[in-house]
């Protein structure tokens, strides 16, 4: 598995409850331009209905060689799950808070799929407590190697 794209923002600004992996119908040379890596999920989501799930804002850039095959860069593309998991996917969406985030794309052997998450959004309280909560994680961990390095030499 080759991760392309990650969507940092998306666990900064939401709670990730359920995680789920999607095909992506693609058209012309988007394959192409996805393996050099000019995507970005940035302010991207997935837009659900009833029988289908669209990702919507996703940028995957025009390969500089392609032709007419080229298409625009923004459009709208469709993943592919199956008939029961979007089902179950729409009937969370459909309760108060919830909404589906891309968080990457990557390469499944020859194949583009996309983790898609099922999430609830952050208050501004908790990104604070979330900010918190990774400084004194990493302050601790720097304390305790400072403290192991200084044992052993000593």
């Known amino acids: ?5 990650t969507n940092k923002k ?3 600004d939401y709670m990730i409850e359920d995680t789920y992996e999607a095909g992506i119908n693609l058209i012309g040379c988007e394959v192409k331009s ?5 995507v970005n999920l940035k302010d991207s989501y997935v837009k659900v209905t009833d029988d289908s ?3 919507i804002g996703c940028y995957i850039a025009n390969y500089d060689k392609g032709s007419f095959s080229n298409q625009d860069s923004r459009r709208e593309r469709r993943l592919l799950m199956s ?3 979007i089902r179950r996917i729409s009937q969370k969406v459909k309760e ?6 891309p968080l990457k794309i990557y390469f499944n052997g020859s194949l583009v799929k996309v983790e898609i998450a099922l999430a609830k959004g952050k208050q501004t309280f908790d990104k604070k407590r979330s900010i918190m909560e990774k400084d ?15 044992k052993f030499k000593g």
């Open 53 to 55: 799930l669209s990702l």
């Open 10 to 12: 998306a666990f900064h």
């Open 136 to 150: 004194l994680d990493r302050a601790m961990q720097r304390a305790t190697k400072e403290y192991t390095t200084k």
């Open 83 to 85: 008939a029961s998991e």
């Open 1 to 5: 598995m080759k991760i392309v794209a």
């Open 96 to 101: 108060k808070g919830y909404t589906v985030v």
């Open 34 to 38: 996805i393996r050099l890596g000019s």
